[in-house]
C-alpha cells in the first residue's frame, strides 16, 4: 500500500483528502502544528492513519515524514490574507520556506509527486473567467508567498503540480474566526438569527467550489501523467456567485452594509479549460446542493 504524506491534514480541505485517501486504501501519514487544524477533524479514523504534530518550518522533521512517502499534499499553510498582512514575515517563514522544506525534503526522498495547494489569490483583481496565464498580481504577502512557493515547486527536483483553489466550501470549515470563508461566516449567522454585514456593495462575486470537488481534484492530479513540472491548474467551478445571492441561498436574514475592505478583489472565477485538459478534472458539485452538504 502507497503511503501519501498530508501536510496540514488536520485542516479544514486536509482532513476530507485524509477521509478520500482511507476511503482508497492508502496509508496516511499526516504532519501539522495544530494551529488552526484540529485533531477532532481526524479523531473517526482512530490509528489507522498516522499523526505527526510538528511543524513544516522545521526541515528535519520535513525530512522525516517525507521519507518513505509516494505522494505528498502539501496544504500547510497559514491562510489568512488580513493576517498575513499584518505578520508578513510569519507568513514567508511557512508559506514560502516551509514549502522549500518540503520540496527539498521530497527530492531527497522516493517521493514521485508533491503537490502543492496553491490559491487563486496570484491572480489579484485579474478580469475572469481567470486562466491560468493571467500574470501574477498578489494584493498580500499571503498570495505573494503563494506565488513564490509555486515558483519554487517549478524550480524543484521533484515532480510537482500546483492547484490554484478558488472559494473552498464545505463540512468542518471554521465559523469561529474572523478569517473564515464568508459561506461558514453566513451560516453561522443564520443559525443564530442574525443578519450578516457585507463588506462592499455585495455585488463582488466568488467562485465557490466545494471540498469534495477539490479532493477528487488533488487526487488527479497526484496520478496525472500530463502534469508534473509545476504546472498551475485552477479548481473552481467557472461560476461567478455574488455575496449578495449567496446570503439569500443560505437564508440569511437581510444584510447590513459596510465599506469595502481595501485588497479585496471584485469579481472572481476560474477558467476550467485547464483542470479538464490536462486533469480530466471538472467541478460536478453545484452550489444550492453543495449547500446542503455542510454537516
Ligand atoms: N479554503 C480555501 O478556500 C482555500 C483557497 C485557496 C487556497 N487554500 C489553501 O488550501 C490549504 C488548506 O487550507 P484550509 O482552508 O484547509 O485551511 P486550514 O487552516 O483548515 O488548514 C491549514 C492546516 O495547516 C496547518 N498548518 C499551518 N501552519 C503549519 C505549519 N507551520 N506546519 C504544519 N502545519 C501547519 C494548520 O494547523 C491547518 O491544519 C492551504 O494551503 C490554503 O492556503 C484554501
Do not use: K
Given at each position: 500500500m502507497s503511503l501519501a504524506l498530508v501536510t496540514g491534514g488536520a485542516g479544514f480541505i486536509g482532513s476530507h483528502l485524509v477521509d478520500a485517501l482511507v476511503a482508497s486504501g492508502h496509508r496516511v501519514r499526516v504532519l501539522d502544528d495544530l494551529s488552526t487544524g484540529h485533531l477532532d477533524n481526524l479523531a473517526h479514523h482512530g490509528d489507522r492513519i498516522e499523526f505527526v504534530e510538528g511543524t513544516i518550518c522545521d526541515r528535519s522533521i520535513c525530512d522525516m515524514v517525507a521519507d518513505d512517502a509516494e505522494i505528498v499534499y502539501h496544504l500547510a499553510s497559514r491562510v489568512s490574507v488580513v493576517e498575513s498582512v499584518a505578520e508578513p514575515e510569519r507568513y514567508r517563514e511557512v508559506v514560502l520556506e516551509g514549502t522549500r522544506h518540503m520540496l527539498d525534503a521530497a527530492a531527497g526522498a522516493v517521493v514521485r509527486r508533491l503537490v502543492l495547494a496553491s490559491?487563486?489569490?496570484?491572480?489579484?483583481?485579474?478580469?475572469?473567467?481567470?486562466?491560468?496565464?493571467?500574470r501574477f498580481d498578489p494584493q498580500s504577502p499571503y498570495a505573494a508567498m503563494k506565488a513564490e512557493a509555486e515558483e519554487a515547486c517549478r524550480a524543484a527536483q521533484v515532480s510537482t503540480v500546483c492547484p490554484r483553489f478558488f472559494n473552498v466550501y464545505g463540512a468542518r470549515q471554521r465559523a469561529d474566526s474572523p478569517y473564515s470563508g464568508v459561506i461558514a461566516i453566513f451560516r453561522r449567522f443564520a443559525a443564530e438569527g442574525v443578519p450578516p454585514t457585507i463588506f462592499g456593495d455585495g455585488l463582488q462575486t466568488r467562485d465557490f467550489i466545494h471540498v469534495g470537488d477539490v479532493v477528487r481534484g488533488l487526487m488527479l492530479a497526484a496520478g496525472?501523467?500530463?502534469?508534473?513540472?509545476g504546472e498551475p491548474i485552477n479548481f473552481g467551478t467557472g461560476v461567478a456567485t455574488s455575496v449578495r445571492d449567496l446570503a439569500s441561498l443560505i437564508e440569511c436574514l437581510p444584510p447590513g452594509f459596510e465599506p469595502a475592505r481595501t485588497g479585496e478583489v471584485r469579481h472572481s472565477s476560474a477558467s476550467t479549460v485547464q483542470a479538464w485538459e490536462r486533469l480530466g478534472f471538472r467541478a460536478e458539485i453545484e452550489l444550492a446542493s453543495g449547500l446542503t452538504l455542510l454537516d
Open positions: 490559491s487563486c489569490s496570484v491572480y489579484g483583481d485579474a478580469p475572469p473567467p481567470i486562466s491560468e496565464d493571467a496525472a501523467s500530463s502534469v508534473g513540472r
